[in-house]
Every structure is written in C-alpha cells, then in structure tokens.
C-alpha cells in the first residue's frame, strides 16, 4: 500500500502537493501509506467542491457540465457511458440531484392509473425515481454519437 502511495503521490503536481499536504490528515495518510484516503483528498481537490465558496455555483456547474457531456466519434461508447455516469456522481456527491419535471413524474402515475392527488408518498417516491431515470436515459441518448 505504501508503494502505491508513493507512485499515486508522484504523479501529483506541486501546486496539488502543497493543497493536499495542507490537509489535517495529512500526517496519518503519509505515514500509513493510505492510499484510498489520498485518492479521496485528491479527488475533492481536483472536483474542487470544498473550497467552493458557494454550493448553488458548484452544483449549477456540474449540472451544466453533465448537461454538455455529449458522445463524439473518437470516444468509445463505453468511455461516454463511464463520462456521463461519472456527471452524475459528482451532483450527488456535492449533495445535488437533477430536476424532476412534474410532467414526467405525472405521466408515470397515469401509467398506473393514478395522480398527484390521489397518490400515496410512496408512489410519488417512486414516480419520480422512474421519472428521473427516464430523463437520465433521454440525456444519454441524445448525447450519444
């Protein structure tokens, strides 16, 4: 574990270093040679987000930016389908979700013979769910080449 610290800490630039080693952790992550806790710190330093001054800005951007993933000619199909999953993991993991459009939430309950008025909680919940997975896969596949 400690070898691959050390080839993860090498390939790290000095300006990243010096953010990293400013961390409170630091000291343990270096002398225990933790690996996962290095590629945490350095993916929250590389995304940014807790040093986001504003969270509405940060996750505007990433919806943004999963919004502009699109599939080009010279990216394999399973490159765009790990970039577009990987758009959707950074809005959740800087406590995000996308928009729900009531619209598609209420065409999944009249599929099952219900409203928004009539529906429990829990099919709302579920609604929505379905919902936003269909709009996920609408994304992709427009996004797609």
């Known amino acids: 574990?400690?070898?691959l610290f050390s080839i993860?800490?090498?390939q790290v630039s000095v300006v990243l270093?010096?953010?990293i080693q400013a961390l409170d952790n630091f000291k343990r992550m270096n002398v225990e040679g933790d690996s996962l806790a290095l590629l945490a710190s350095l993916q929250n330093k590389a995304l940014n987000f807790q040093s986001q001054n504003d969270q509405a800005q940060a996750l505007q951007e990433a919806v943004r930016c999963l919004y502009l993933i699109s599939h080009s000619k010279a990216d394999s199909c399973q490159a765009y389908k790990e970039c577009y999953g990987n758009g959707m993991w950074v809005i959740k993991?800087?406590?995000g979700k996308l928009h729900v459009y009531t619209s598609l939430v209420d065409a999944e309950l009249k599929t099952k013979g219900s409203d928004c008025k009539t529906a429990t909680a829990d099919e709302i919940e579920e609604s929505e769910r379905s919902a936003t997975e269909c709009q996920m896969a609408m994304g992709?596949?427009?996004g797609s080449d």
Do not use: F, N
Request: aromatic share 14%.
């Open 17 to 19: 270093k010096h953010r």
């Open 140 to 142: 992709y596949i427009l």
């Open 1 to 3: 574990m400690k070898t």
């Open 8 to 10: 993860i800490w090498g």
């Open 93 to 95: 993991h800087i406590g």
